[in-house]
């Protein structure tokens, strides 16, 4: 998932589309597309969102995880 989308920074739809998806513990992996400084003030600010804080308590996030065995591999 998006990050940003927490933001609506792309849409409201995509907001309640991230929101939706972290309520029903169904994001597995959390990104970004950051191509702006302005993109980067608004990965800031949604770290701070009660959903984004929701989503990295899961059990289901994988970044972490993925990282380390891929770094094992190098």
């Known amino acids: 998932m998006n990050i940003n989308s927490l933001l609506a920074y792309y ?32 990965l800031k600010n949604a770290m701070n969102l009660p959903y984004y804080k929701m989503a990295m308590e899961s059990k289901k996030i994988l970044n972490n995880s993925f990282l380390q065995e891929n770094q094992a591999n190098l």
Do not use: C, N, P
């Open 11 to 42: 849409s409201r739809h995509s907001q309640e589309s991230a929101e939706y998806l972290i309520r029903h513990d169904m994001v597995t992996f959390l990104g970004t597309d950051l191509h702006k400084s302005v993109e980067l003030e608004a």
